[in-house]
Structures are given as C-alpha cells and as structure tokens.
C-alpha cells in the first residue's frame, strides 16, 4: 500500500535536511515512535502540523502535496537578484552596468544593519546624504558579527566581518603584519599614492611605463622606478599572475622596457581599502542606528602573544 504523500514528504524533507527520526521528535516534544508512525502513514494532532511546517521552512499545503516548497531567506535573495540582472540586462542591453542591482544590493545592506533593531517593525529604504551634509553611518557589534555602512555620497560602502573566536582570524592576522606593513609604507607617502591613482586612471588592457607616468605627475623618473618596482614586489606578487598590478615587456628604440597596469579584480579593494583608512581617520558625526553589543576585546592578548 503506498504511504499517504504527508508521510513521503515528511520523510523526504527529514532526510534532505540529514536530521534523525529523534532529533525531530525531541524538537516537537513527542516520541521517536511517533515520528515513525508518521512516515509509515499515520498523522500527527493538528497542533503539529504549523511546527512541522516551520521547522521544515515550508507551507502546510506543501507537507500535503499542494503547492510549492518555500524558498529558503537565502534563494529568494538570490533569485530576486538574479531576476533583476536579467531584467535589467534585458532592458539596457549593457553587461558592465547594473545600476538597478547596486541599489537593491544596498537596500539588502541596510536590511542586514537594521534587522537586530527589533523596534523596527516593517523595513524602509536606506537614507543617502548628500556630501554637504554631516558625515553619517550605521553600525551593528556583538560578539559573533561586525557590520558598518556609510550613509553619505562619499562613504557609500558596506563592510561586513564574522568573528569566529575558536579560529582566531583576527590574533592571526594581527600577529605577523609584515604584509600588511608593506602596502601601508606604500601608500604612506603621498606621491606614491598619486602613482597608484595614476595606475587606476588606466582602463583594463592600457599599459603606461615610468617615463610617462613621471612627465604626466611632474615627478622624478628615478622616484616613479622606485614607486613601480616597490609596488609590484609587495602587492600581490607572491601568487603570481593573480596580482592588482599587471607588467608588460615594450621595445623602444632597440631597448626592452617594462610598461605597468592594473587588473579591474583588484581595483575594488584599493578603493575600498582607501575609503576604510578615510573613514577610520574622519569619523562620522553620528549614527543613523548604531548597535553594540560587544564586551568582549578584538583580539585576545594571550593568543597573540602566542603566535
């Protein structure tokens, strides 16, 4: 005889989501006999059904065969953003821009920043101040998450960080800062940085040697060697050709010479690792919802000590 579809969803949805018979039966308070009852063709008192659903993230139509299973937070974020690349694509018929998708991606953001603010009760778009105005942000801590979004036309951007204690990212990252040390030096003194914004001028595929970098910045060609070199040695390069900085070998005038550019991937993280020291150095005049909740220190002493 075949098990009522109650029974093959019930089962089928216990094994997708790999719990025991058990476990679901200590979750909803009754027996492990019971559970097994009900994958065999019984049912269980109608003041379970609405927690079995929940537990399942799904609709009671769908336990009883009707209506499609519920999508989880995650993919109907992802489908929603999908349809709108399409959509927009489809509209625009340009690839490289997704105006649309940005602003949706900013709402969700700001849905992420507001949501532990349990006073709010229904979602409302993010506010953009203009750059005239105080410099505003937004901020949530506790001691599993860290999240902070800039909320004035020249901070626009969204940071987010998990802090996971048992695997000690932030005592590792912290305990050996050569690295790190190196970009910074780098971008310490100010005509490397006008180098650096010169190599961002440049657009995917363009090249430009010293001689030209140094006659358009008005710098010395022995500083701009200087800058080049530093740079493409302690950015990047440990991992090869997966580096911000790209070269090129050019012959001029019978002699080899390397022109320098930079890889679109990367470019991002310059923007936002500058944006991130500006905001860190110029702090903002207030929050539009800041929420702490954490106690605990960034990093551990003892476990820096350690490494």
């Not at 308070?29 to 399942?56: M, R, T």
């Not at 920043?113 to 005239?132: F, K, L, M, R, S």
């Not at 302690?234 to 050019?250: D, E, H, L, S």
Request: glycine share 6%; charged share 30%.
């Amino acid at each position: 005889m075949e098990k009522p579809v109650f029974s093959q969803t019930l089962q089928t949805l216990r094994k997708e989501k790999k719990v025991t018979q058990e476990q679901l039966a200590n979750h909803l308070g009754v027996s492990a006999q019971a559970v097994s009852k009900w994958e065999n063709g019984s049912y269980p008192e109608g003041d379970l059904i609405p927690a079995i659903a929940e537990f399942f993230k799904v609709s009671i139509d769908y336990l009883y065969g009707k209506g499609g299973k519920a999508m989880s937070t995650e993919e109907a974020v992802f489908k929603s953003l999908r349809d709108n690349c399409i959509k927009e694509f489809e509209e625009t018929q340009n690839p490289r821009k997704h105006e649309g998708l940005a602003d949706t991606v900013r709402k969700i953001h700001w849905a992420v920043q507001n949501a532990p603010w349990v006073n709010n009760e229904e979602y409302y778009n993010p506010p953009c101040y203009g750059i005239d105005s105080p410099k505003m942000s937004s901020v949530f801590v506790d001691e599993s998450s860290y999240s902070y979004m800039g909320l004035r036309e020249d901070n626009n951007f969204y940071v987010w960080l998990k802090q996971d204690e048992e695997k000690d990212i932030f005592e590792k990252l912290l305990s050996d800062p050569e690295r790190i040390c190196d970009v910074f030096k780098i971008m310490s003194d100010k005509d490397n940085m006008r180098i650096l914004t010169y190599l961002y001028s440049l657009s995917s595929g363009e090249f430009a040697g010293a001689d030209t970098i140094a006659k358009a910045l008005k710098l010395s060609k022995e500083k701009v060697d200087k800058t080049l070199n530093e740079i493409v040695s302690k950015i990047g390069y440990q991992y090869g050709q997966n580096a911000p900085f790209k070269t090129v070998k050019i012959v001029e005038d019978e002699k080899e010479k390397t022109a320098y550019g930079t890889d679109p991937v990367f470019g991002g993280l310059f923007m936002a690792i500058t944006m991130m020291i500006k905001e860190y150095a110029d702090t903002p005049s207030g929050f539009q919802m800041m929420i702490c909740n954490k106690e605990k220190s960034w990093v551990d002493r003892k476990k820096i000590n350690k490494q």
